[in-house]
């Protein structure tokens, strides 16, 4: 069975520090991996997602994750933060591409402080 | 284009009552998808539409819970005999196909007084 660990259910920078949230996951077949962001009264938009080949995946407003298969991790990075990613992350697996159901971590809400 | 709408986007309800969620999806989109957020979680998996069937309701906590997609477009998720413990953000998603990737809506968020 697929499951997903979100390590900080907060985690605060200052506006352009590094961002880093973290992310494991356990699955018992090769993942896909993603990342989606949801700002307050929105839906949840996806950031980033890892199918196959490189591990590094680069996705929208400058964030970036490894798929380290040693680690089973999938942390979330971005080298400057700024005061539009205060959001809330969700870290989430399926079983390839033949799946469809998402299993999500518990969130992780991303302060910035200016 | 437009996106994934939820309607209504609150609800509140007494305990016992019965409601219904509306999803809209995205144009042409085959593949919808209902989740579940409780506070301080991550969307738990429901139901998972193709077409006008049901493919897969294995996330559907209890018989109350029932979902319709009747043209294969828009969906309804029905609670009967709502509980508090029913208070949550409900999430419904759509994509072009199986295992494509998931455009969420809004969401609605129930509350049971």
């Known amino acids: 069975a697929q499951s997903v660990t979100q390590l900080g259910s907060h985690v605060s920078v200052s506006e352009g520090a590094l961002v880093l949230l973290r992310c494991n996951y356990s699955?018992?077949?090769?993942?896909?991996l993603f990342w989606y962001v949801q700002y307050p009264n929105q839906g949840l938009q996806l950031l980033l997602k890892?199918?196959?080949?490189?591990?590094l995946v680069k996705g929208i407003n400058g964030f970036e994750a490894e798929f380290k298969k040693s680690e089973t991790s999938f942390h979330l990075t971005k080298p400057s933060a700024h005061m539009s990613d205060a959001a809330e992350y969700f870290c989430?697996?399926?079983?390839?591409?033949?799946?469809?159901?998402?299993?999500f971590g518990s969130g992780t809400r991303l302060l910035v402080r200016p | 284009g437009a996106g994934v709408s939820q309607t209504p986007s609150n609800k509140v309800t007494e305990k016992g009552k019965y409601v219904e969620l509306r999803c809209d999806p995205i144009?042409?989109?085959?593949?919808l998808y209902w989740y579940r957020q409780s506070l301080g979680q991550g969307p738990e998996f429901l139901i998972y539409?193709?077409?006008?069937?049901?493919?897969?309701d294995s996330g559907l906590p209890n018989d109350r819970f029932f979902a319709v997609r009747p043209e294969g477009s828009v969906s309804t998720l029905k609670i009967q005999r709502t509980e508090r413990g029913d208070s949550a953000v409900y999430l419904c998603?759509?994509?072009?196909?199986?295992?494509?990737?998931?455009?969420f809506g809004p969401g609605t968020r129930l509350t049971v007084t």
């Open positions: 539409f193709q077409g006008t069937g049901a493919a897969d």
């Open positions: 699955s018992s077949v090769p993942p896909y």
């Open positions: 998603a759509s994509s072009s196909g199986t295992g494509g990737e998931q455009y």
């Open positions: 989430a697996v399926t079983k390839g591409d033949s799946s469809y159901k998402l299993i």
């Open positions: 890892y199918t196959t080949g490189a591990t």
């Open positions: 144009s042409g989109h085959t593949a």
